[in-house]
């Protein structure tokens, strides 16, 4: 069993940045490919931006590509989601994911608790 800690997530306002943190509990954590997904009120989970296991060729969403930026540190099984230029449809439950092996499907094997982030206009 894989346990994620999201943090970082809070209020802020437009054109701000945050950064999320997810932590992962296992020794094992550079074997699994690393996600963020996020749901915002009325709308589906969605995946915005992945990492391999390997931290090579990352996928970003259209949405926010350019401006969201996903890095891994193996060292310290911890995956990094840094935001900048946020927009207010950016609001959103942003939650951390873990894949063994790679994102051959969009099921994550374990989620985070979610951690909110509200941009506010």
């Known amino acids: 069993q894989v346990q994620l800690a999201e943090s970082g997530g809070g209020l802020v306002q437009a054109g701000g940045s945050l950064r999320l943190s997810c932590a992962a509990s296992?020794?094992?954590?550079?074997?699994?490919?690393m996600g963020w997904f996020r749901q915002a009120p009325g709308k589906e989970r969605e995946l915005i931006t992945a990492?391999?296991?390997?931290?090579?060729?990352?996928y970003y969403a259209d949405s926010v590509k350019g401006r969201f930026t996903i890095s891994r540190d193996n060292a310290k099984n911890t995956v990094l989601l840094q935001m900048n230029s946020l927009k207010p449809e950016d609001t959103a439950v942003y939650y951390c994911?873990?894949?063994?092996?790679?994102?051959?499907?969009?099921?994550?094997?374990?989620w985070g608790q979610g951690t909110q982030v509200t941009v506010s206009s």
């Open positions: 990492i391999s296991a390997r931290d090579d060729n990352p």
């Open positions: 994911a873990a894949r063994l092996g790679s994102w051959t499907t969009l099921k994550p094997d374990y």
């Open positions: 296992t020794r094992t954590f550079a074997l699994y490919a």
